[in-house]
């Protein structure tokens, strides 16, 4: 039965056998986690299950159609039947066992998602429209989830405006991101790689375009990334840490070639004056471009919905003077710290730590 059901499939563009293969099926991106392939067995159960009723249905009503039909006008019924016990039994038992295997297969799967191993390493999730911000054990923030190949991850997921969705098809897991509440989702990777995280909820014009890189990395690589990522300071001057910030944070909804998007294009907006809705024109200087980050929704330009969220505490001082001198590379003008990132390497701890003193930001901002 089975041989034969596969001949006939591999005329067809049917995967099988059902289960995912290395490069993914028809349905299904490639299995890149430890919970991938249960996830796929419980699809794969309920998906030729109803193949199966779906054709015998259709096929014994066809029959049903043409063989019981009236052929005489004001026909009536030649027998009445009413009951029949063991046709009733069958037809009740069978469906009852495959929904209790549906049931086992995805509670079973449900409760593995939703309690981590306790050696996992936690990475907080943070949804914010339209983008997601990973924060790693040793404080670093990022756009990316990196993570060891073979190793426990749990991730808590937070929002910061929406509610959004974390989703990483290749892994099989989806967790909702909620305004003020923590969930949890863990995984563990088994492939080396680059994948895709989506934002599986609406929430918004950008929604689709809520993505971020998931890299797994070969074993002793992810120490390596992280160090590398904690200090990009260390290699990059400022306008260059500044172009890699904003092309991770801002590029969802700031374009740096003149083009309209969500927000006012960066090209050109250093220095110049623009117009907020109440009226006034301001000039775009440090100061202000410090604030629109810190503070966006105390004055919006004129045109623009205010939408942005605030980055506070997600960037550091150091981070957003890197953004201001890149903006002035954009206006076409000298980046006056262009050369000199990389010699205050030395003063990097102090200007961190000095970033990190919440009150100093928090005053600023009211
Ligand atoms: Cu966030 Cu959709």
């Not at 943070?126 to 923030?141: I, R, S």
């Amino acid at each position: 039965m089975n041989t034969l059901l596969a001949r006939l499939l591999a005329q067809t563009n049917i995967d099988w056998p059902p289960v995912a293969p290395e490069d993914g099926t028809f349905w299904l991106p490639p299995q890149a986690s430890t919970q991938a392939p249960q996830t796929d067995l419980a699809f794969y159960f309920i998906y030729w299950v109803s193949v199966f009723f779906f054709i015998l249905i259709v096929f014994l009503m066809t029959v049903f159609v043409f063989r019981y039909r009236r052929r005489v006008e004001g026909e009536g019924p030649r027998v009445n039947v009413t009951h029949n016990t063991p046709l009733e039994l069958v037809w009740t038992t069978i469906p009852l066992i495959l929904v209790v295997v549906m049931f086992y297969m995805g509670f079973r799967g449900f409760m593995d998602l939703m309690n981590p191993p306790a050696d996992a390493m936690d990475v907080y999730v943070l949804g914010q429209k339209w983008n997601w911000n990973f924060t790693y054990p040793n404080g670093h923030q990022d756009t990316e989830l990196h993570v060891p190949v073979d190793t426990n991850v749990r991730l808590i997921l937070e929002s910061q405006d929406v509610i959004h969705s974390f989703y990483v098809p290749a892994f099989r897991i989806k967790r909702d991101a909620v305004p003020g509440r923590y969930n949890k989702i863990w995984f563990k990777a088994t492939k080396p790689g680059e994948y895709l995280a989506l934002c599986a909820e609406y929430c918004g014009t950008q929604h689709s375009d809520m993505l971020a890189r998931v890299v797994v990395h070969e074993p002793g690589m992810f120490e390596k990334w992280l160090a590398d990522a904690s200090d990009p300071f260390k290699t990059r001057s400022y306008a260059e840490v500044g172009q890699l910030v904003v092309t991770k944070r801002c590029g969802g909804c700031h374009s740096i070639d003149g083009s309209a998007n969500v927000g006012p294009t960066f090209k050109d907006l250093f220095g110049s004056e623009v117009k907020h809705t109440d009226g006034a024109t301001v000039l775009v200087d440090e100061e202000y471009v410090r604030k629109s980050i810190i503070n966006p929704q105390a004055e919006i330009v004129a045109g623009y919905d205010p939408v942005m969220p605030t980055f506070k505490g997600q960037l550091k001082d150091r981070e957003i003077t890197a953004i201001i001198e890149y903006l002035k590379q954009l206006a076409g003008m000298t980046s006056t710290l262009s050369d000199v990132g990389r010699e205050t390497e030395e003063a990097a701890p102090a200007a961190d730590a000095a970033a990190s003193q919440p009150t100093e930001t928090e005053k600023d901002s009211e």
